[in-house]
């Protein structure tokens, strides 16, 4: 059953006078007491796509891969993001033969600053053009 909720995503708080413990709450922009599936749906609903499109999960090197209207779009809001569980978004967007494909990612997701930046190559390889996170 879904409910109208708030979003999902913190509010960033442009408050010159914030504590250390505030800056280091803000690290993390997901409210902490959501979901991977809050996060999903609102990935679905605010990329356009209908709620009652089927939803087929994947699994690529332990991490849960979201596949959603045949893989127009892949949504990965696991932590610890690797370059194999990128390289299995890259696998699936040639087994599904799929023209377009947009992914998104939980930004705080990745296991580091390097595996992030070279996830962005290796799916700009794969021919995928539009990536984003939350």
């Not at 690529?60 to 390289?87: H, M, P, R």
């Amino acid at each position: 059953m879904f409910k109208l909720d708030s979003t999902n995503i913190k509010s960033w708080e442009a408050d010159f006078d914030l504590s250390e413990q505030d800056l280091v709450d803000q690290i993390s922009n997901i409210k902490t007491d959501r979901t991977d599936t809050d996060l999903l749906y609102e990935v679905i609903i605010k990329s356009g796509f209908e709620l009652t499109l089927p939803i087929i999960e994947h699994s690529a090197d332990g991490q849960k891969v979201y596949e959603i209207d045949s893989g127009k779009l892949v949504v990965c809001v696991s932590d610890n993001i690797t370059l194999e569980v990128v390289e299995g978004i890259a696998k699936l967007k040639d087994q599904l033969k799929q023209a377009s494909m947009s992914v998104v990612f939980k930004d705080t997701g990745f296991a580091g600053d390097v595996v992030k930046t070279n996830a962005m190559q290796i799916l700009k390889q794969a021919g995928i053009k539009s990536i984003w996170s939350l």
